[in-house]
């Protein structure tokens, strides 16, 4: 083997000692680069989860703040229920009190009226306490909203009369009340009893027929 053949087989070596440094210079910024935009992305991730994570804290924050807000007016809606309830309860548990403790006037004056001695003085004495107590007890009615109808010779009115009864009657020209069986009453502007009456009506007309003989 010749020396020429052995610097074939060993290949070609160059003189140039910065052979290659160009190749491998180039690589390394390349690579470096794309480090680079990885990092950067990494830290664009990182920045939206960290906003991303504020806004969740302050959701939730603020749903607990209406749950709580909600929690407690439902309980002071309960309560002002539960309050009201109590109240009306209360009403109309005692709502006639002072109307009872009026009656209890006339129960006094009905006492003092049975307490009189036998005679004629007891009788006249009955008859003036009851004409007062009947007094003191109407008053007592219209104190508390309860008036009577007055129906007596005024038209009817099916609204606040009911006819028990009718008869025909010259002297009037439509349906009138000409006797009262029972009083009615309004209780604050509203029925509470009607007045059951005898009312009069105008006579039917007579209708004459000629007739042949």
């Known amino acids: 083997m010749s020396v020429d053949d052995n610097e074939l087989d060993i290949g070609y070596v160059p003189d140039d000692p910065d052979f290659g440094k160009d190749e491998r210079v180039q690589k390394k910024p390349v690579e470096k680069r794309v480090d680079q935009k990885k990092k950067a992305q990494v830290r664009k991730s990182i920045a939206k989860?960290?906003?991303?994570?504020?806004?969740?804290?302050?959701?939730?924050?603020?749903?607990?703040?209406?749950?709580?807000?909600?929690?407690r007016n439902m309980a002071e809606i309960d309560n002002f229920r539960k309050r009201v309830k109590k109240e009306k309860e209360e009403h109309q548990k005692y709502a006639l009190g002072d109307f009872?403790?009026?009656?209890?006037?006339?129960?006094?004056?009905?006492?003092?009226?049975?307490?009189?001695?036998?005679?004629?003085?007891?009788?006249?004495?009955?008859?003036?306490?009851?004409?007062?107590i009947y007094r003191q007890l109407i008053e007592i009615l219209n104190k508390n909203g309860v008036k009577e109808i007055e129906a007596m010779n005024t038209p009817f009115d099916p609204n606040i009369h009911q006819a028990l009864s009718k008869e025909e009657a010259d002297f009037v020209s439509g349906p009138t009340i000409v006797e009262v069986y029972q009083k009615g009453f309004t209780y604050n502007d509203k029925l509470l009893r009607p007045t059951l009456a005898k009312v009069a009506i105008p006579p039917e007309p007579i209708i004459q027929t000629d007739t042949q003989e």
Not at 103 to 123: C, F, H, Q, Y
Request: proline content about 0%; charged content about 45%; hydrophobic content about 40%.
């Open 100 to 132: 009872l403790k009026e009656l209890l006037v006339i129960t006094d004056n009905l006492e003092r009226a049975l307490k009189v001695k036998d005679g004629e003085s007891r009788e006249n004495s009955i008859v003036s306490g009851v004409e007062m």
């Open 49 to 71: 989860l960290k906003v991303q994570e504020k806004v969740i804290e302050k959701l939730t924050t603020e749903r607990d703040e209406f749950k709580d807000k909600f929690l």
